[in-house]
């Protein structure tokens, strides 16, 4: 009987969720209710998600990557570097909106940790991301605009790798995602 009920766990611990590259991420759906399940977002055929709940549109692809509307997927930019400092970072959307912008948008910025936790799916790992709605998303730390009070030399994140938050040193190298608020 116990034999059954691990086999029975183990096998509704892992949700294959497939994406752009064919790799799964272990997911704990129907054990963990969903923080962000994909009807929470709209696709706007652009390389941009609206976030329904919070209303924030988002870059499908991080930093450092390509949006593909014929693959729905990400691909890596081969001249940008996908991990940045910080400071580096927050130059991200300045850089962007002085170009021209995204998706007909220059008001790019980066999430502060509120925002950036908000798309957090708990159900998931590796990366605890909703990959239905953000394809290709590295499980690794993030930086959001909000820096550490008390200590100037951190800013905090978040780490998609298990969901949590954290402050890291602004001159350490993490990946970057924007975001802007809608009508603007």
């Keep these: 009987m116990k034999k059954q009920i691990f086999i029975t766990l183990l096998m509704s611990c892992f949700t294959l969720t497939s994406f752009g590259s064919e790799l799964y991420q272990p997911c704990r759906i129907g054990m963990i209710i969903e923080t962000t399940p994909t009807s929470q977002f709209k696709d706007n055929n652009d390389g941009t998600i609206t976030d329904l709940k919070t209303k924030l549109i988002w870059k ?16 890596d930019d081969t001249a940008t570097e996908d991990m940045m400092t910080w400071q580096e970072a927050l130059g991200k959307a300045t850089q962007l909106n002085a170009s021209g912008g995204f998706a007909s948008a220059v008001s790019w910025r980066l999430p502060n940790i509120k925002e950036l936790s908000s798309i957090i799916e708990n159900a998931c790992y590796g990366p605890s991301i909703n990959l239905n709605i953000f394809p290709d998303s590295p499980s690794g730390i993030f930086w959001s605009s909000t820096p550490y009070i008390g200590a100037n030399d951190y800013a905090w994140s978040v780490r998609f790798n298990y969901g949590q938050n954290s402050m890291n040193y602004k001159y350490d190298y993490y990946f970057a995602r924007l975001v802007r608020d809608p009508n603007l």
């Design 60 to 75: 499908k692809c991080i930093e450092g990557m390509i949006w593909q509307s014929s693959t729905n997927s990400c691909i």
